[in-house]
């Protein structure tokens, strides 16, 4: 079956692997694959260990958890602000048939993970740069916005300002 490996490297680029069963995503994933589950149609494998391992945040799967899965709009759009919470390691990814088992992975999953390198590259520096940007708590707060004098052009309308040093921050 067809299935996508995003390697925790962001310099290395996303891969159509061919995959046959568990022995296959084990000798991709490092590890006994463990199947996770943020979308309706997909799992994302990972080693069970792969954060006590010491393998790195896998930064390309992350994002996309945290931000477009299904699980992340069914909670308004981010799944967590935890910056710790992830995927580490490599990640392969392969579509879920439910009780027919495991199918190809789908398609707009290859065309969302399988873009130019140089973009990869430059995804994941956005990434690493907003995981910078945090408050004095530790917490990412609004990384996208670099001008915090001024609104988003469509804010929410659960947005409020408040004053932090002198400022109006929303």
Excluded: C
Excluded at 36 to 61: C, E, F, K, Q, W
Excluded at 65 to 86: C, F, H, M, N
Excluded at 103 to 128: C, G, H, S, W, Y
């Amino acid at each position: 079956m067809k299935a996508l490996l995003i390697p925790a490297d962001p310099s290395r680029p996303v891969e159509r692997i061919e995959i046959n069963g568990r022995d296959d995503i084990r000798q991709h994933v490092g590890g006994l694959p463990e199947p996770t589950r943020y979308d309706h149609d997909s799992l994302m494998y990972v080693s069970d260990t792969g954060r006590i391992d010491g393998h790195p945040m896998n930064l390309r799967a992350t994002n996309y958890i945290r931000v477009e899965s299904d699980a992340a709009w069914k909670r308004g759009g981010q799944l967590t602000d935890d910056p710790t919470y992830g995927l580490y390691g490599p990640v392969v990814v392969v579509g879920d048939g439910g009780f027919a088992g495991l199918r190809d992975v789908p398609n707009r999953l290859v065309d969302r993970f399988l873009i130019p390198d140089r973009e990869q590259a430059n995804t994941a520096d956005k990434i690493r740069e907003a995981i910078r940007e945090r408050n004095e708590d530790g917490m990412i707060r609004f990384p996208w916005l670099k001008d915090r004098s001024q609104p988003p052009e469509s804010p929410s309308p659960n947005w409020t300002a408040e004053k932090v040093d002198g400022r109006t921050v929303y």
